[in-house]
């Protein structure tokens, strides 16, 4: 299990048994990393936590003259986060967590195997 994946699983266990309250919130979002989910919890009137999880992954593959290329991209990420209001009366929000990601580029490139040389003629010298 990837690092990612055990850091949702940590977030998403310790929000549940953190206990009921009354304004608990899960969430489906997307974006330049992916679609995800997550789940705030709040904790006082001043503070919470909130967990998300998101990814996203595509590959592609082209062949120019005879030449293979194959490219996949992976992005995995994970975050555990504490929220401050300091100001009841605002929305503002100040955050501080931990953001685990798993990302990856990969790429394979498969050169045209023929080998195209002219024939060198050798003349002795008189």
């Given at each position: 299990m990837s690092q990612v994946k055990k850091a949702a699983l940590v977030a998403t266990v310790a929000m549940m048994m953190a206990g009921a309250v009354d304004a608990q919130e899960i969430y489906a979002h997307g974006g330049t990393l992916g679609a995800g989910v997550g789940a705030a919890l709040p904790l006082a009137s001043w503070a919470g936590v909130h967990a998300e999880f998101e990814g996203l992954g595509f590959s592609h593959s082209v062949n120019v003259s005879g030449?293979?290329?194959?490219?996949?991209v992976k992005l995995l990420q994970g975050g555990l986060y504490l929220d401050l209001f300091p100001f009841a009366s605002s929305g503002i929000r100040v955050t501080a967590g931990a953001l685990i990601n798993d990302d990856e580029l990969t790429g394979r490139a498969v050169p045209n195997a023929q080998v195209h040389s002219p024939r060198l003629a050798c003349r002795p010298e008189a």
């Open positions: 030449n293979e290329y194959d490219g996949h």
